[in-house]
């Protein structure tokens, strides 16, 4: 079986990378089979090289125009304060009882044996007239 020499240019490997695009998109691009192409940049240190800096580079102009879009967006801003500075969307709820007070609380296990029985009454007279 004969093999053709493809030969892949690293200024094209670097201009796709910085595309994000994927290996199987970049083989298709080619005209290699994927294998082949995860191969080449395997063997090939200035391919790598070129692949890996390609992604960098893509990243950059990524956050570079979403940094030009969050001076004219709200909500651009808000996703890159969420996404590089940790900031989140905290919503604050607060229950009170009557009349803003604390809600009153029982604490069943402090109930004497027929403070408990009283409850068991009260319960099954509510359950009776539910059903």
Do not use: C
Request: proline share 2%.
């Amino acid at each position: 079986m004969v093999r053709r020499k493809t030969v892949l240019k690293v200024s094209e490997i670097r201009k796709l990378s910085e595309l994000q695009v994927t290996d199987r998109e970049a083989a298709a691009f080619f005209g290699v089979h994927v294998k082949t192409f995860r191969e080449m940049l395997r063997i090939d240190v200035a391919a790598r090289a070129a692949w890996e800096d390609g992604r960098e580079l893509g990243k950059i102009g990524l956050r570079r125009k979403q940094m030009s879009l969050a001076t004219n967006s709200a909500p651009m801003a808000i996703f890159l304060g969420k996404q590089m500075l940790g900031q989140t969307d905290v919503s604050v709820i607060e229950h009170s009882g009557r009349d803003g007070g604390p809600i009153k609380t029982l604490d069943l296990t402090k109930l004497n044996a027929s403070e408990r029985s009283n409850l068991r009454d009260i319960l099954k007279a509510a359950r009776v007239r539910k059903d």
